[in-house]
């Protein structure tokens, strides 16, 4: 569009390479790496960067990056946009945390209502924060660019045997339903390929472990999102099990529905509101029913199996991915930036 864009985050000692990109990066090394203290060393040290260069536009990238970066819009008297990526006041680690809830929902009450413009994930979010704070909140999903995966290189392949081929990409933290569905996989003739890192790895690896399906399920780690297509379009099904823990999993929309929808590959996801519009408007694949192991394990293995029903969903798939990828959604991200193209 014209911009010159600077991103700005931080480097934890895991962090993956960067690899080089069209545009400017800056890692900051903190000396904390999570809790209070983090929060406050990252907002300090992000003020400073933002006071010291020169810029046109400020895009906070979720809650937890708004008060530098308000503060600096404000003192610099440059317009301010802010990118929710979640519902982050009633993400799972702070239901139980009140004290800690109610400072982040404070810093949303005082400044969301002072941004300049605002957008975020998916409609039931965008019309929670409307209502909330009297703010037009518009709606850009993560979708990926139309892609097709015409073939495997030999690198990525990751069954030889003729075996059905079940994924899961993302993260690994509490309430992704993980555990219910390596659980199912005892009564499931398929593979389950895990794909992404987090919180509860080793957890699911011990799981996997005690329940003897080291045969029947794979952790493929953290995978580059250029390759990790390749992997996903050799699958079967696709999974996207989030439970309801709080608003923010309720409303979640993830990513990883869109990159199997690319990829040709069936749905099945928790029924909760924006997946299971996504699901019923195109006829991709189904909610889950149940996530006890035995019903769980019929419901899938019905998906993996039924013929008529997959050729159903393949069809839809290539109507579906035609319409939900970015080539189309950036639409409207490029009408929210196009006010302060020439400010």
């Not at 209070?36 to 003020?47: Q, S, T």
């Not at 929710?84 to 800690?100: A, G, N, Q, W």
Request: aromatic share 12%.
């Amino acid at each position: 569009m014209g911009f010159w864009v600077h991103l700005t985050g931080r480097k934890l000692p895991k962090s993956p390479i960067l690899n080089k990109r069209t545009y400017s990066t800056h890692r900051m090394r903190l000396l904390f790496k999570k809790g209070p203290l983090f929060y406050a060393e990252y907002n300090f040290w992000l003020f400073f960067h933002l006071m010291i260069n020169k810029y046109d536009v400020i895009v906070a990238n979720d809650l937890d990056t708004l008060p530098a970066s308000y503060l600096a819009a404000k003192l610099k008297k440059k317009p301010l946009i802010y990118d929710s990526h979640e519902y982050f006041t009633e993400v799972p680690e702070l239901i139980d945390r009140p004290k800690i809830k109610r400072f982040w929902e404070r810093i949303e009450r005082k400044i969301v209502p002072k941004v300049d413009s605002a957008y975020t994930v998916c409609h039931s979010i965008a019309n929670t924060y409307s209502q909330k704070y009297n703010v037009p909140f518009e709606v850009v999903r993560n979708l990926p660019e139309q892609y097709t995966v015409d073939e495997i290189p030999e690198a990525y392949r990751i069954s030889g045997n003729g075996e059905k081929i079940i994924i899961y990409q993302g993260a690994l933290n509490v309430g992704r339903g993980l555990e219910q569905v390596i659980t199912a996989m005892q009564f499931i003739d398929a593979h389950l390929y895990i794909a992404g890192d987090g919180d509860i790895r080793e957890q699911l690896k011990a799981l996997t472990i005690d329940l003897n399906l080291k045969h029947k399920v794979s952790f493929l780690g953290r995978i580059a999102l250029e390759k990790l297509r390749f992997y996903t379009a050799q699958a079967d099904l696709g999974i996207s099990a989030e439970e309801d823990l709080g608003l923010n999993y309720r409303y979640a929309l993830p990513n990883k529905i869109f990159d199997y929808i690319q990829s040709g590959v069936p749905v099945l996801c928790s029924p909760l509101p924006e997946m299971e519009n996504i699901i019923n408007q195109y006829k991709i694949g189904q909610c889950i029913k149940s996530k006890e192991p035995e019903k769980l394990a019929e419901q899938i293995s019905d998906m993996l199996f039924n013929d008529t029903q997959r050729a159903e969903y393949l069809n839809n798939l290539s109507v579906a991915a035609k319409e939900l990828n970015w080539n189309q959604e950036k639409k409207v991200l490029e009408s929210i930036f196009q006010v302060f193209l020439y400010h």
